[in-house]
């Protein structure tokens, strides 16, 4: 069966961008947060520095993907980009947590902060994390790995305009608390934003049906090649965010040659391709072979040792 797996290659180049940047926010912070006694400033440098941690795992992961497959990895890394999502939006939900903890305490106990370097750092993150976010603005497109990673610096971005919000509110009118509820609502808009990647590379791999795929459409379009009369035991998944693989029984009518159950096949796969945009297929010709014809085959899938 022909093979055309789609791979992007990012060149990982961009994210190590992004990272030095962060390494610069993070000691930015650390040195504001110092001077001006800030402990918002020097949480804030502990978050940040969390994040270069998160975006090396991506990088990492990115790197990982590309290496080639082994016969001790026949899949090579190529989920590692997945693993890595999961990790950094698990992780950032984590935060947005703490963040909550954190603003509750602030607006029971309002805490006297210098506004100056709150507002200057702020200034410096947004300008910078805004950088990053355009940076990885192409590659989060085809990546689920990249997205997990620029929509976390987008978040920062957001983030740090409440900071400035919070710190010109401090300076303006001395309200305090502000800032607290501010950073509350990025909370749970990091919790709402984080909870769709978590479920996207979940759902990749605990090897969910593909939400861009109806199993019911695939089945008819397999049935248009005349020479089939059933198509059972079918699984569809994702290898990553852009490979979806498809493998089932097809049963025949007659006991065809086999050139011509070649054809079948390649008309069958044809289909797949265009209409569902699976990227690898593998299909059983069956001729009287099978008694199942269940196309969702669960009994045949549990049975030990599994009859594929
Ligand atoms: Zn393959
Ligand atoms: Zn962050
Ligand atoms: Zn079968
Ligand atoms: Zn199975």
């Known amino acids: 069966m022909n093979h055309a797996h789609h791979h992007h290659?990012?060149?990982g180049s961009r994210l190590g961008a992004t990272i030095a940047i962060n390494v610069v926010i993070t000691v930015a912070q650390v040195v504001g947060g110092l001077l001006s006694g800030s402990l918002a400033l020097l949480s804030d440098a502990l978050h940040n520095a969390s994040d270069v941690v998160?975006?090396?795992?991506?990088a990492i992961a990115e790197?990982?993907?590309?290496?080639?497959?082994?016969p001790e990895k026949t899949f090579g890394y190529r989920r590692a980009g997945v693993v890595a999502a999961m990790i950094n939006s698990v992780t950032l939900m984590a935060i947005a947590l703490l963040l909550i903890k954190e603003a509750v305490t602030r607006l029971i106990h309002p805490v006297d902060v210098s506004p100056g370097p709150v507002i200057l750092l702020a200034i410096l993150s947004i300008a910078l994390n805004g950088l990053c976010v355009l940076l990885l603005k192409e590659e989060a497109e085809g990546?689920?790995?990249?997205?997990s990673a620029s929509l976390h610096l987008f978040t920062d971005m957001v983030t740090s305009v409440a900071v400035l919000a919070g710190g010109v509110a401090v300076a303006l009118f001395g309200v305090h608390r502000l800032d607290s509820l501010l950073s509350m609502g990025i909370a749970l808009y990091l919790i709402y934003a984080s909870w769709g990647l978590v479920i996207q590379s979940l759902s990749v791999l605990m090897q969910f049906t593909p939400p861009s795929v109806d199993v019911s459409k695939v089945?008819?379009?397999m049935l248009?090649?005349?020479a089939v009369r059933n198509i059972h035991h079918l699984h569809v998944w994702q290898l990553t965010d852009?490979?979806?693989h498809l493998e089932a029984h097809v049963d025949f009518h007659e006991d065809l040659p086999l050139s011509r159950v070649g054809d079948t096949l390649a008309g069958i796969e044809a289909r797949l391709r265009n209409r569902f945009h699976v990227t690898h297929v593998l299909l059983q010709p069956e001729f009287e072979v099978c008694d199942d014809t269940d196309l969702i085959a669960d009994a045949a899938c549990r049975r030990e040792p599994h009859d594929h």
Request: hydrophobic share 35%.
């Open 219 to 221: 089945e008819e379009a």
């Open 9 to 11: 290659t990012p060149t």
């Open 242 to 244: 852009n490979d979806i």
């Open 63 to 70: 790197k990982l993907i590309t290496r080639t497959s082994t």
């Open 224 to 226: 248009e090649e005349k």
């Open 143 to 147: 990546s689920l790995n990249i997205r």
């Open 54 to 58: 998160a975006l090396i795992i991506s």
